[in-house]
């Protein structure tokens, strides 16, 4: 991607020379997601134009350079099916790292496919092969665990982790999840998987609605077919009239954030998880959505090393039962990445996956 609004070209880059501790991963899988697009329309700031994106992906080890240690503990060898964390190089010496705990937050971080120069070298997805620099967090994908059901989740299930992290949810709360993308599909596995005891989503278009039932959702609500009056009005008759305990924002509107202030219940939880580009001002009634309500509203930005490894433990309990391959259905060869991102734009399928 050489810069904003220019199509998908191919380049070729030397093989790297791997320092002692580093390592070349042969990509399987990579995927197109909501932050692609936006990095294709120049949304994000601070973007090293041109980059390799892909910033989720899983590959076979094809070559390491001396030993090569997983974040699990586990030594890493050639022909292992690996995947990794794709931020790297947060300090743990700043401000944001130390004083504040918000390691997602530090100036130094650097993100796969997102922040890496493609000057710099192979630091993404969308090529044959992944640079795994020394200290990069990487695992070996759990036997369980297919190639397709870790990518079908991909950066929206680990964001989801975290989301889910934030809202607190405990057992037998009702949640709803708006947004129907990567990011909400995984949320909804997962409130279901930490105890919900019902689960409700807003999204579109219908193949993404039909998938957020079969991901756990008890009741989805078409957002273009149904009003926000309606919404709440039928969200309060199943909660006893009080709206849900947690709602988690994973649409990316200011809408979904003025709509979904009154879907929670007064005490209860909002995650904003879905702003991952400035979607433009909320309007909010602070008396009547927040301090009446006595609501606790967070934030969510990025993850943590913590949220991938965990990511992998649900994968290996749950993938075969929860349909996380299906949210890729999909996949474009290298030479297609113009259409991928064209297809994940318009929403005409829930996830665009890339093969190299
Ligand atoms: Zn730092
Ligand atoms: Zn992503």
Not at 45 to 51: E, H, K, N, S
Not at 127 to 133: D, H, K, Q, R
Not at 322 to 327: K, L
Not at 330 to 351: G, S
Request: proline content about 5%; aromatic content about 6%.
């Amino acid at each position: 991607m050489t810069a904003p609004e220019r199509p998908i070209e191919l380049r070729e880059f030397p093989e790297p020379d791997l320092p002692e501790g580093g390592a070349l991963l042969a990509t399987a899988f990579s995927e197109v997601c909501g932050t692609d697009v936006h990095l294709w329309h120049g949304r994000l700031a601070g973007v090293p134009y041109p980059i390799i994106p892909g910033h989720v992906s899983a590959g076979v080890l094809a070559k390491v350079r001396g030993r090569l240690i997983g974040v699990d503990g586990n030594v890493l060898a050639e022909g292992d099916r690996v995947v990794f964390f794709d931020v790297h190089r947060t300090c743990g010496r700043c401000r944001a790292c130390t004083v504040h705990g918000t390691p997602t937050r530090c100036p130094s971080r650097r993100v796969y496919g997102i922040t890496d120069p493609a000057s710099e070298g192979l630091f993404g997805g969308w090529s044959e092969a992944i640079y795994l620099e020394p200290g990069v967090a990487a695992a070996r994908l759990p036997d369980a665990v297919g190639f397709e059901d870790y990518i079908g989740g991909g950066c929206g299930l680990i964001t989801s982790v975290h989301a889910i992290e934030r809202a607190g949810v405990a057992l037998g709360d009702s949640v709803l999840v708006q947004g129907t993308g990567a990011v909400g599909l995984s949320a909804i596995a997962l409130a279901r998987l930490a105890g919900a005891s019902q689960v409700f989503a807003i999204g579109a278009p219908p193949e993404r609605t039909e998938l957020a039932r079969s991901m756990g959702a008890d009741e989805v609500f078409d957002v273009a077919t149904t009003t926000p009056e309606a919404r709440l009005e039928a969200v309060r008759a199943l909660t006893s009239g009080d709206g849900v305990d947690v709602v988690i924002e994973a649409a990316g509107s200011a809408r979904a954030v003025e709509e979904g202030l009154n879907l929670a219940r007064d005490g209860g939880t909002y995650v904003i998880a879905g702003h991952y580009t400035n979607a433009g001002t909320s309007t909010i009634n602070a008396h009547e959505q927040i301090n009446r309500k006595h609501l606790d509203i967070r934030g969510c930005w990025g993850s943590q090393v913590r949220h991938f490894l965990r990511a992998l433990r649900i994968l290996e309990r749950n993938a075969a039962h929860v349909p996380w391959r299906f949210v890729g259905s999909r996949t474009y060869a290298l030479t297609q990445l113009n259409e991928a991102l064209a297809d994940a734009e318009a929403m005409r399928i829930p996830k665009a996956l890339v093969r190299p």
